[in-house]
């Protein structure tokens, strides 16, 4: 079995969420910037790192509000979901990343978009879609204990 460790960034500001529009394999759907977690590399300096390099964004005031287990085939993803301020936006023009040629668009939406965005089912996998969910819910609280997704 293969465990990775990443994590995900609810970027936030006048309570909407910066949301990314990503293509791949021909499938268009939105998400939060996330990513893998680096070797050698602190869970906030990956959360800092993807808000950058896929959002455009500069964040502040990072806190844990979530750990998610995410079983797919026999690949386990532990995923630390971090709430965080938008602090701006930033010129990306010069920045060069693999990641590029599969985002199309970053918006911010509010609760009600991200909740249409889930009813049309217009996200990648399961675990996108709890994480949109922790969003949706206006108290962010930590589990002491990982909540476990399948993904068939």
């Given amino acids: 079995m293969i465990h990775k460790i990443s994590i995900a960034a609810l970027v936030t500001q006048n ?13 268009v759907s939105w998400d939060i910037p996330a990513g893998g977690v680096d070797q ?3 869970l906030e300096e990956a959360v800092i790192r993807e808000a950058m390099e896929e959002g455009g964004v500069k964040i502040k005031n990072l806190a844990l509000v979530g750990i998610l287990s995410f079983v797919q ?6 995923n630390f979901v971090y709430k965080a301020d938008l602090d701006r936006f930033i010129d990306t023009s010069n920045v060069v990343s693999v990641e ?4 199309e668009d970053v918006k911010l939406f509010s609760r009600k978009q991200v909740k249409d965005i889930i009813d049309r089912k217009e996200y990648e996998h399961k675990l996108a ?13 930590v589990s002491t204990s990982p909540l476990t997704i399948y993904e068939n």
Avoid at 15 to 27: A, F
Avoid at 100 to 103: G, K, L, S, T, V
Avoid at 129 to 141: D, H, Q
């Fill in 15 to 27: 309570d909407q969420l910066l949301m990314i529009k990503e293509k791949q394999s021909n499938v």
């Fill in 40 to 42: 050698g590399e602190a």
């Fill in 73 to 78: 085939s026999s690949k386990t993803t532990i």
């Fill in 129 to 141: 879609m709890v994480r949109l969910s922790l969003f949706l819910n206006k108290n962010y609280t």
């Fill in 100 to 103: 590029d040629e599969e985002i």
